[in-house]
């Protein structure tokens, strides 16, 4: 119940942030989740030895994301400066020379990882479909979908789960949960045509509910890789019945960059 709780809690925060306030407002929101996924991520990463610096994960991730969103030209030459001054930061520091070089390597993931991914999670919540009277509609598909499928996956898998999906990262997930998560993310995205994004065509949503159900269990197994290796449960414990806020997006930072690259190709007109 707990964790049903804390998702209305989120989806009455965002959804309004997307649909009906500002752009900015929705951009300011996701840089205050980023802020913190950056500190637990760092977290993740002190443990394996490779702590970022600080002041650069953030800034390169802040800076990389609203490049993808409002410039994407400038990402490159943005991601450019950011692993000249992680070297730079490991010249100028004292110390074992091998230290100095986890601490670029976690740097450069941190920026990489949630830089990227959430800067096109940040533009999904301001494009709009063709013929649509309002924007949002492509993040809310996201999240529909991605968190559908995680109901389905996880009673899925418990009701049915006999084959383990990839043991060594995450043991409680099967193949029969998966399977239930894929049909899961298809049930959520065909809400869209049929309620909140009526100009979505099926044939769209179908497709999209497949993609975004295997990118997201993708974007799980991931995080789960990191927690797994950093020997911790959760990333974080802001989210009641959650963890922390990158256990609540690790699938949406996989779905948000495909998604995207969806509608630019399909869907934009």
Partial sequence: MTRVLTALVLAAIVIPAVKWAPPWAWWALLLVAGV????????????????PWLALSLAGTITVALSIGFAPSAAPPLLTAVVLAALL????ATGPLA??????????????YLGLTGGYLGALGTVQLPGATDRGDMLILAMVAVYV?????????????????????????????????LAGSV?????????????LPVRHAVALGLLLGIVGIAGDLAESLLKRAAEVKDS????????????RIDS??????????YYALFLAG
Avoid: C, N
């Fill in 149 to 181: 499928g995680d109901i389905f996956a996880l009673y899925g898998g418990r009701a049915f789960g006999r084959h383990p999906l990839a043991p060594v990262i995450s043991p409680k997930k099967t193949w029969e949960g998966a399977i239930a998560g």
């Fill in 99 to 112: 230290p100095r070089v986890d601490r670029v390597l976690g740097t450069l993931f941190v920026v990489a």
């Fill in 36 to 51: 913190g996924a950056v500190l637990e991520l760092q977290g993740m990463l002190g443990r394996l030895g490779r702590t």
């Fill in 236 to 247: 974080g414990t802001l989210l009641p019945g959650h963890g922390g806020i990158l256990d």
């Fill in 89 to 92: 930061a490991a010249l100028a």
């Fill in 187 to 199: 049930a959520g995205a065909l809400l869209a045509p049929l309620w909140f994004a009526r100009a």
């Fill in 252 to 261: 949406l930072l996989f779905a948000a960059p495909v998604l995207y690259s």
